[in-house]
């Protein structure tokens, strides 16, 4: 495990020294500041209008940086040839693959938590109070960035960067569909896509911005069923990825 | 005769992965008002309404006035018009708050399940793809 530790700090401090990251971090930020700063009109309290709002455009913004960060990873590591002799001697391909989601995971959680204190400001700024559970919903948005990150990388590991964005958008759109939404799609066949939904991710269980917005109290044994439930959702899109990678000839 | 070597734990997990997913409620999925209790469902037709008049309702609508007395356009506005929900319950107008995973307890039990299938798949596809390389 030295080994994926000593490559996810290599993966760290490249996606740091990359512009990417900041340029991304810098529109999440903007379009914080934007949203504290559209009346609420009739909702009764502006506090809650910010928060729902933030708290989706923090939600949005995981979604950028998974692919910002990880989209062309693996396939810059081949074309400048640096994949080569990495994974000829010192790491496996399981370690490889590892070594850069700790990387990119790493970055992408530093980057949430930045927009998470931004929102924080924001609302102090507004003199409005800043509820208890901001830090748990950015967490818990956080595990749902590592799984859209262990889904770019099953992407990329087949797909183009291009071709890879529209395809992870396109599951994160779908992951967020309730069962009956998603049998609508195809209703002539509700038991196939039943089925379907229950190998897609349930986007939801990841969502708790309205509760917090209106002042409800969350069961801490929820957080942890949702963080278990997303960690082992990206483990199983990590292994599908390492299955495509192992597969795949590099020469 | 090449002899061929399959991990304990990837003859243990397979099976255990594919009884996981042959159980019933494994093989489709659901929405939380699929498979909400009656209790949980009920709320909205008890919820506590301030009503003007105490009577019994049991469309969860307060009858001052009969539907059939009203214009249509007023019967929309008027049908909510007459009564109170407390705060912070679930009624007719804020099921789709209730409707999410962290208000149904109910259906926690199925993400840690579904949790754990995923973490058994992963596990399986890991050795797996491993032992298709080794070839």
């Given at each position: 495990m030295k080994a994926v530790f000593t490559f996810s700090l290599m993966t760290l401090r490249m996606l740091f020294r990359r512009r990417t990251l900041w340029g991304i971090l810098l529109v999440i930020l903007l379009a914080l500041a934007g949203i504290a700063s559209v009346p609420s009109f009739d909702v009764s309290n502006q506090g809650r209008f910010i928060l729902d709002f933030g708290l989706f455009g923090i939600e949005v913004g995981a979604l950028l940086l998974a692919l910002g960060l990880a989209a062309t990873l693996f396939p810059r590591d081949r074309e400048t040839r640096t994949l080569m002799p990495l994974i000829a001697v010192p790491l496996a391909r399981w370690q490889y693959l590892l070594g850069r989601f700790m990387g990119a995971a790493l970055v992408q959680a530093a980057a949430l938590l930045?927009?998470?204190?931004?929102?924080?400001?924001i609302l102090l700024f507004h003199r409005l109070p800043i509820p208890g559970d901001l830090l748990p919903a950015t967490l818990l948005i956080i595990i749902e960035g590592w799984f859209l990150l262990s889904t770019v990388f099953f992407f990329s590991f087949f797909t183009s960067p291009p071709l890879n964005w529209p395809l992870t958008t396109m599951l994160f759109i779908v992951s967020q569909m309730s069962v009956a939404?998603?049998?609508?799609?195809?209703?002539?066949?509700?038991g196939l896509m039943r089925t379907i939904r229950m190998i897609l991710p349930h986007a939801d269980v990841f969502h708790i911005k309205d509760p917090i917005a209106h002042g409800f109290e969350i069961e801490p044994v929820y957080f942890l069923i949702a963080i278990f439930y997303g960690l082992c959702y990206s483990a199983f899109m990590l292994s599908l990825a390492l299955a495509v990678f192992r597969g795949r000839d590099l020469k | 005769m090449k002899r061929v070597c399959i991990p304990i734990s990837t003859l243990i997990?397979?099976?255990?992965?594919?009884?996981?997913?042959?159980?019933t409620g494994c093989q489709t999925d659901y929405d939380i008002t699929d498979v909400a209790p009656a209790d949980f469902l009920d709320s909205e037709e008890h919820a506590p309404h301030d009503c003007d008049i105490d009577h019994d309702h049991s469309d969860g609508e307060c009858e001052e006035e009969s539907p059939e007395e009203l214009p249509l356009d007023d019967h929309v506005e008027d049908s909510h018009a007459g009564h109170d929900h407390?705060?912070?319950t679930r009624n007719h107008g804020t099921q789709w708050f209730f409707n999410q995973p962290w208000a149904a307890p109910f259906i926690w039990k199925k993400l840690f399940r579904d949790g754990g299938i995923f973490l058994a798949l992963a596990?399986?596809?890991?050795?797996?793809?491993?032992?298709r390389r080794k070839k």
């Open positions: 930045v927009t998470c204190l931004g929102l924080m400001l939404e998603f049998v609508g799609i195809m209703p002539s066949a509700p | 997990l397979i099976p255990v992965t594919l009884t996981l997913l042959l159980f407390a705060p912070g596990v399986a596809v890991f050795f797996i793809s491993g032992r």
